[in-house]
């Protein structure tokens, strides 16, 4: 294993070079939405849509490695266009996020349910404890662009999200970012 510089874009997000790369489109994220109805009907009238863009750079064998997620702007209804969001497999992983364009928020919630938030834009650098679920929300106009820095056997965990949601939903109100209870998370937590 050698040394490496890897340039990151922070305008598009491109890595060069990379090892990987994936694309979610918002036909694959339907049940991350609090309202469906909202959400079919935008699919409907917009098509599908690139949600985000993931890229990575890693090392076989190295301890650590990172890369960059590139999200859309755009909401469903009221709601910001997110990630899934996950806890990692490893409770005793955690994570950093280096915004590089963009604004939005990093929404982060601990395993006994107590919820977290960091404004992201160009200069801060977010620092998500072993055992906090992560999603990042675009509330911007433009993309979000961050580079993520995380170890290798972290793992990800996206059903206990999935399945629930988060205690919280990030909303668009008066022009204002605003954070709502979710209606969708299920009861008995
Ligand atoms: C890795 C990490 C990021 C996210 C990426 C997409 O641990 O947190 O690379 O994987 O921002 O978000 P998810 O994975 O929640 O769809
Ligand atoms: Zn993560």
């Given at each position: 294993m050698f040394p490496a510089g890897v340039t990151i874009d922070p305008k598009t997000g491109a890595v060069s070079p990379n090892t990987g790369?994936?694309?979610k489109h918002l036909s694959e994220l339907r049940s991350i939405y609090h309202d469906g109805a909202?959400?079919?009907?935008?699919?409907?009238r917009q098509g599908?849509?690139?949600?985000?863009?993931?890229?990575?750079?890693?090392?076989?064998?190295?301890d650590i490695f990172f890369?960059?997620?590139t999200m859309s702007p755009g909401r469903i209804?009221?709601?910001y266009f997110m990630t899934r969001g996950h806890f990692h497999e490893r409770p005793d992983r955690g994570e950093i996020y280096y915004t590089q364009?963009?604004?939005?928020?990093?929404l982060?919630?601990?395993?006994?349910?107590?919820?977290?938030?960091?404004?992201?834009?160009?200069?801060?650098?977010?620092?998500?404890?072993p055992d906090w679920a992560h999603r990042s929300i675009n509330t911007g106009e433009q993309p979000l662009i961050f580079v993520w820095?995380?170890?290798?056997?972290?793992g990800h965990d996206y059903d206990v999200i999935v399945t629930r949601g988060m205690r919280q939903i990030v909303v668009e109100r008066s022009g204002a970012v605003a954070y709502l209870p979710n209606p969708k998370f299920a009861a008995g937590n």
């Open positions: 790369t994936y694309t909202e959400f079919d009907a935008r699919l409907a599908d849509a690139v949600a985000y863009t993931v890229i990575e750079y890693r090392e076989p064998g190295a890369g960059t997620t209804g009221d709601e364009s963009g604004e939005g928020v990093l982060m919630q601990s395993r006994q349910g107590e919820m977290r938030s960091v404004e992201m834009k160009p200069g801060v650098c977010a620092f998500i404890p820095c995380c170890n290798q056997d972290a």
